[in-house]
């Protein structure tokens, strides 16, 4: 009995010792833009916040994600914009591309076009993903497809792969109202014109009110 207790105890502590943290990018979505008008865009950035590596170098990534509801467009231009921020990842070096899947599904990724890898840094930002808002009022949730087929980094050696992953939890920077371990929520809201429009119709009120 004694040898089987043994046995399990340190079964118990293999598992605790190999089942530490997954490897891989964490990135944390920050919030760009917001709209204020229907026709406006609504942007976010990946920001590297952790490496399992600090020493690691990486040739090209891509991230997948959906949006619910359908309220948002993918913007093109928005997103590839960010490859004149000095912050982003691969600057000066390839030229991103983002793609609309469908479904409400978009992937934004990069080429490794020059075949130098770059390193890995901290609040440096992986991804920037622009869409166009119809003024749907509400929260929009983004969720990650972590599948390593669809949402990785590429190693220098051209071979090699890393996860991205979102922070462990609880983590959530306004507005993102909820998060999960593969989705954040963000609450849109009104928009300032129609609050302003309320505003100068309650103004109108008073004063005929005052005149009568």
Known sequence: MRVIKVAILAFVLSCVIFSGPAEGVEITPIIVSMPDL???????DF???????????????????????????????GSIEVRDELAYWLHGNSSPIFIDQGDNSYSFGD???NGIAEPLATDDIMARYAFTWDGTVGDYTFTIDLDMDNSFILLEDFTDTEALQLPNLPWSSGPIVGVTSNSFAVY??????LILIGLGGLVLLRKRRAQS
């Open 188 to 193: 849109v809201p009104e928009p300032t014109t």
């Open 38 to 44: 229907p026709g406006e865009l609504f942007s976010f």
């Open 47 to 77: 920001v590297i916040t952790d490496i399992d590596n600090l020493t690691r170098e990486a040739q090209t990534f891509q991230a997948v994600i959906s949006v619910s509801p359908g309220a948002l467009t993918g913007n093109e231009a």
């Open 111 to 113: 080429s490794p076009d």
